[in-house]
């Protein structure tokens, strides 16, 4: 019997990439020699992307669609597709055309080799994005190895092929602000990393902007480790022991007769500088707070309007 492949790909505002999308994603699958089934998530699109989808599903018995309520964001997106695949291995990559379909068969014959995780990282910079996005996207990866406990290579992307084994276990995560790239090094099993060259989108732009990389990074940073915690208690500690070591130096003032006159601009630098950094560690602590809060809820990660994986999963074809 044939292994499956279930390929799942959020989009967002893809209405003019769908169609060749899929065709290049035929083309390199079909040398293959594999099953395999397209399941494209629409993230809750503002133009024509769901059309583009369904009628690609009209075409072929093995595209399928999920149509979320509303925009949730990209790997919620790809943990509803993860939900519902149910092939022998998944891969995710996004619509853009930016994760090269001809990477697939080296991906596969790896996966056959024993490995469990094949994930893609740039070789160098994306040259097809802004100045800003890349000097973002550089600080964003530096900011989760400093502060995190897991390690990703800069530029590791969400194009990668996961075995069966590894998708069961990424099921059964129920967490609010999920980080795919950082959950699949998490789990372990046997990884290797491949190198690639992102391709030019074929149409649009890309859509993180540098607050957005920056929400990405606190949040990603936040779920993989509490070293945040250590470095506000690391500068509460290290200012207490500051303030003791004054002590000495008032009284060695008072006794020289060294009366010092107190400006009011370094009386106010140091109340506002000394406020400040509580409000960081505060702050700092209710994020922390805020998570919990809303993990507590159990709200759902994602809400699904309308699928057409209802029908029997057998029109996987082989092609």
């Known amino acids: 019997m044939k292994k499956k492949l279930s390929i799942v790909i959020p989009a967002f505002n893809e209405e003019k990439n769908i169609e060749f999308l899929v065709s290049e994603l035929f083309k390199s699958l079909s040398i293959t020699g594999y099953e395999f089934e397209l399941i494209i998530i629409d993230d809750g699109s503002k133009d024509k992307t769901l059309d583009a989808i369904k009628l690609q599903a009209d075409i072929y018995p093995n595209v399928f669609y999920i149509e979320l309520s509303k925009n949730f964001g990209k790997d919620y997106a790809l943990k509803a597709g993860i939900d519902r695949a149910n092939g022998d291995a998944l891969i995710t990559m996004d619509a853009d055309l930016q994760h090269p379909p001809h990477l697939l ?19 160098e910079a994306n040259p097809h994005v802004k100045g800003y996005q890349r000097v973002a996207s550089k600080m964003f990866y530096k900011g989760i190895n400093a502060l995190s406990d897991i390690t990703l290579e800069n530029g590791i992307s969400d194009f990668r092929l996961l075995d069966q084994k590894v998708v069961k276990e990424l099921k059964q995560i129920d967490e609010y602000e999920i ?18 060259t992102p391709a030019e989108r074929h149409t649009g732009e890309a859509s993180y902007s540098f607050f957005r990389l920056a929400k990405l990074a606190i949040g990603s940073i ?15 500690l290290f200012f207490s022991v500051s303030a ?16 010092a006159v107190s400006g009011w601009a ?7 500088f000394f406020g400040g950094l509580q409000l960081l560690v505060l702050g700092i602590i209710g994020m922390y707070l805020g998570k ?11 809400i699904v309007r309308s699928t057409n994986l209802l029908k029997t999963r057998n029109d996987s074809v082989r092609v």
């Open 105 to 123: 068969p080296q991906m596969l014959k790896l996966w056959e080799d024993g490995y469990d995780i094949i994930y893609t990282y740039r070789e």
């Open 179 to 196: 980080f795919f790239r950082g959950m699949v090094k998490w789990v372990g099993f046997n990884q290797i990393g491949i190198p690639y």
């Open 222 to 236: 936040m779920a993989f480790s509490v070293r945040p915690l250590y470095v506000a208690t690391g500068l509460g």
């Open 244 to 259: 003791v070591l004054y002590i000495p130096y008032i009284f060695i003032s008072y006794f020289a007769g060294y009366d």
């Open 266 to 272: 370094s009386l106010i630098a140091t109340v506002a």
């Open 292 to 302: 919990i809060f809303l993990q507590t809820k159990h709200r759902p990660n994602y």
